[in-house]
DNA sequence: ATACAATTTAGAATGTTTCCAAATATTGAC
DNA sequence: GTCAATATTTGGAAACATTCTAAATTGTAT
């Protein structure tokens, strides 16, 4: 059995076609951990593991996988996009000093009452978002 | 009295000086009900009422105002940062749609238990941040 | 294999934000 | 008020992430 098969089918199911790079792309993404990247640091990445794919591409896939519903993009920082391996609801600690995401395990966070969307249009996500940042010793 | 007085108050107590384009952006930022801008468009604004200051000012003026903590940095779009006039802990609507921000009324959204900062850090913000799709009418 | 369609690519373009060094304004001392 | 010292403002350049574009390459179905 071809060793990328798994990553081929994950792609084919969500309707795209299994690139050279979108496999790699997807290796580098779903074997393991899930994982908290950025477009660079994927990016960076895989031209370190000598994978030959360009950075316009990591976007165009980062988009596609999002589309298809195989990674949720995180908006914490007002400068980058990130993209998050477990499509799962759940909420995110945010390290202002290394750019590092962390998730909140489910549970820790309770959410009362949503209020109503308003008509014609539906609520898309709920994201909470806990800052951490380095105390500063003001004594 | 001076009609600035209560703005040059304002910035005085924050430890700025009142400078004629720091007190013209206070105007439009604490005059009326709470706002949220982005430095773009408080420029537009500025621009648009005669006031003569650059974008540069715009936006070191609201780093300094949020420094501050006449402000709040909130962050719901990977591509700009907005700015909300109350600073009181609140959460938002985000309407993807016109790029527009709205509160939360208090007490809409309980939150549970935070978990605990690790060691030598400490939560600087807990952000909800409720975004508003329109449907598509996907039948 | 071939042909048509989809994907990838490098580089240019865009949009937001920051940086810079020169010009200007503000402040505090007299 | 004037003056010198300091802080602020400014336009333009630079930085950065991201998107766009049109040409080249690759994938797919036949």
Redo the contacts with the bound molecule.
């Keep these: 059995m071809h060793p990328n098969s798994y990553f081929i089918e994950h792609i084919?199911s969500a309707g795209?076609?299994?690139?050279?790079?979108?496999v790699a792309l997807a290796k580098l993404l779903f074997q393991g951990e899930n994982r908290h990247v950025?477009?660079?640091n994927l990016y960076k990445e895989a031209i370190s593991e000598k994978i030959?794919?360009?950075?316009?591409?990591?976007?165009?896939?980062?988009?596609?996988f999002t589309d298809a519903g195989m990674l949720r993009e995180i908006t914490v920082d007002?400068?980058?996009?990130?993209f998050d391996t477990n499509t799962k609801s759940h909420h995110h600690f945010y390290f202002e000093k290394d750019g590092k995401l962390g998730d909140i395990p489910d549970g820790m966070i309770t959410l009362g009452k949503l209020p109503e969307a308003p008509q014609g249009t539906k609520i898309k996500s709920v994201d909470v978002v806990v800052t951490i940042a380095h105390v500063d010793n003001d004594y």
Excluded: C, K
């Design positions: 084919r795209l076609s299994p690139t050279r790079q979108r950025t477009a660079e030959s794919v360009s950075l316009a591409t990591v976007y165009n896939t980062l988009h596609q007002a400068n980058r996009s990130y």
